[in-house]
């Protein structure tokens, strides 16, 4: 604790002197401090939690912006520092005692000029593993000891193997000689983010406005505007996200200049246009990078975009639980049955779905491009483990599969993320697939609502909850649609949560009874269990990499999640804007980027609203 309150008196002495010696700019006799690059990143995004950000895309590249990591990806999947500036390995087989202990950078800090600390990973992490907590990246941590036991409440969060022997250095000790390599290429993934315990514990919108939130990446939240006041639309042209130049972000406490590690002053997302009118913007040069290229218009830039795979399946999750309304007013577990699952799935034109969308390819499998075979990206598991299913419909295939069964006497919904043009297309076109099967079938494009509770101690506007993430979270849905994403470059984040252990649901704490709880579909099988932990125990990367493709091939088989479509990466970006890097997650990375002239678009900003400082 004192090492952090010197490092925020620091703080302050460090921002007077940068304020008052930056080399800033005037115009009409304000400061300006750097380019404000105007910039469209996708959908509209209401929850800004790293351990909740993995359904969507939107929210995850935001997310990616906002939060570092303990260690990153580069573009070749390789293994950088982040937080972490170095780390030591200690065995002691004689006692069969293995850790790793994790050296944090000592020019980290929150945008409040706080240090990021040991106590905030550890916080972070077991929050995932805390059995209230849903969290399918709860498997990424189970090799620390009694991980798994504390996910599954049969022990004590505070037993797990996490310590922290200073303010920057942070012992974790493990179940077992590990793979130290696949554990560090875990702790890439933006799921496992320091967080900070006095920010996420005051109230449960923390990470919705930027004056409860307070970020590590190298850009904090400074404003949120949805166009409106309370429940009263009052200018949605003027809507806008901006992200702006974490001041401390990799500093050291003598850097002259206050951007030293990060160059714009500010990036400016429009949450006012659609997605034709930002196309427009670009080709006025009133935009200078757009991430989700309008569906209407995606034709056009087939040849031009910078394209690349992303580490998601768009897939539609069934909830076997889910009671289904029949004509004669009774209901019934209809996605129980594994014949109607298979039957669902083959109705679908994954390939017309995937030319629809211009940037995806028809998911044929689970695990997407990306994910690595079994150590880097020089070979990849789905290359290796090719098609599973087809790329085409089966119509034949799938009414046999009803046979006995009468589709027309079953209702019920695909729920989508109405804010995403993406996902309601796709939904609209799985849809038609299923009532063409004679299902009644409704799209349920659900939108956030405001929230008007005032946060505890907080008079804080314009809170939004998302209601997409709130059922899907809860599992109160009938089928949704969700991007299922690699929490790492490992197979086995995206199968191991198809298994009871693995699944990172939340217990029911109330009970005296602690057993695992299935995946958020309801899906629960001995069997796919089995694998998935041969694979977890398994120390060979090959013959492990082997039993995974023998557990997609299985889960492909009973069909709990259907896959849709890869998905894919496509963006534009100005030639006036250079230096804007990605990740292998991908991840935008501004940090560096240049505008050219950047001094001429300052004017073209929309209007700002109230600044709120960060609590």
């Known amino acids: 604790m004192t090492k952090r309150i010197t490092a925020l008196i620091l703080a302050l002495i460090i921002t007077a002197a940068c304020l008052a010696g930056c080399h800033d700019r005037k115009i009409d006799g304000e400061n300006v401090k750097g380019a404000e690059i105007a910039i469209s990143l996708g959908g509209t995004v209401y929850e800004l939690d790293p351990a909740l950000c993995l359904n969507n895309d939107s929210a995850l590249q935001i997310c990616g912006l906002l939060y570092d990591t303990l260690f990153v990806l580069d573009s ?188 714009p002053y500010r990036l400016i997302i429009d949450l006012s246009a659609t997605g034709e009118e930002q196309l427009e913007r670009f080709a006025r040069g009133e935009c200078f990078f757009i991430n989700d290229i309008a569906l209407s218009a995606r034709a056009n830039y087939k040849d031009t975009a910078v394209v690349s795979d992303l580490l998601s399946t768009n897939s539609v999750f069934l909830n076997e639980d889910a009671d289904i309304a029949k004509k004669d007013g009774t209901t019934e577990k209809l996605f129980a049955d594994k014949n109607v699952r298979l039957a669902l799935s083959k109705a679908i034109d994954r390939q017309a779905v995937a030319d629809a969308l211009v940037f995806a390819r028809p998911a044929t499998a689970l695990v997407p491009y990306g994910v690595f075979e079994t150590d880097s990206a020089k070979s990849l598991f789905r290359s290796v483990g090719g098609d599973i299913i087809a790329a085409g419909a089966d119509l034949s295939a799938a009414k046999s599969l009803l046979s006995g069964i009468d589709p027309s006497a079953y209702t019920f919904s695909l729920m989508v993320k109405g804010t995403d043009e993406t996902h309601v297309k796709i939904g609209e076109l799985i849809v038609a697939a299923w009532t063409g099967l004679g299902f009644n079938v409704t799209l349920n494009a659900v939108m956030p609502y405001i929230n008007d509770e005032k946060l505890s101690g907080e008079d804080v506007k314009d809170i939004y909850d998302d209601t997409f993430d709130e059922r899907y979270y809860a599992n109160r849905y009938e089928a949704a649609l969700a991007d299922l994403q690699a929490y790492s470059p490992d197979a086995f984040t995206v199968l191991a949560p198809f298994a009871a252990r693995f699944s990172g649901q939340g217990q029911d704490m109330t009970s005296s009874e602690y057993i695992d709880v299935p995946h958020k579909t309801g899906f629960a099988d001995e069997a796919y269990d089995a694998v998935i932990e041969q694979a977890y125990a398994e120390k060979d990367p090959a013959a492990r990499a082997t039993l995974l493709h023998s557990a997609e091939t299985s889960l492909l088989e009973a069909m709990p999640v259907i896959p849709v479509v890869f998905n894919q990466d496509a963006y534009l970006i100005s030639s006036d804007l250079s230096k804007v890097g990605i990740s292998y997650y991908g991840f935008k990375i501004f940090t560096k980027a240049v505008q050219k002239n950047w001094i001429d678009y300052i004017e073209t900003l929309p209007p700002k609203e109230e600044d709120s400082e960060p609590a």
């Open 76 to 263: 070749d999947g390789k293994v950088k520092e982040g937080i972490v500036s170095d780390y030591t390995i200690v065995k002691n087989e004689k006692n069969n005692e293995y850790s790793m202990e994790l050296q944090l950078r000592d020019k980290n800090f929150w945008s409040d000029g706080i240090y990021v600390c040991a106590e905030d990973v550890i916080f972070a992490w077991k929050r995932i593993l805390d059995p209230s907590f849903n969290s399918d990246a709860a498997c990424l941590l189970f090799d620390i000891k009694n991980a798994s036991e504390a996910k599954q409440g049969d022990c004590s969060i505070d037993d797990v193997g996490l310590f922290a022997v200073d303010e920057l250095l942070l012992r974790v000790t493990f179940t077992g000689d590990i793979d130290y390599d696949r554990f560090i290429r875990n702790l890439t993934s933006v799921a496992l983010a320091p967080l900070r315990e006095d920010i996420v514990t005051r109230n449960a919108d923390w990470s919705k406005k930027p004056a409860t939130t307070v970020c590590s990446g190298p850009f904090m939240l400074r404003r949120i505007n949805y166009g409106f006041d309370g429940s009263n639309l009052v200018d949605a042209s003027y809507a806008s996200l901006v992200l702006e130049r974490n001041p401390f972000y990799r500093r050291s406490n003598d850097a002259k200049y206050i951007d030293t590690s990060v160059t």
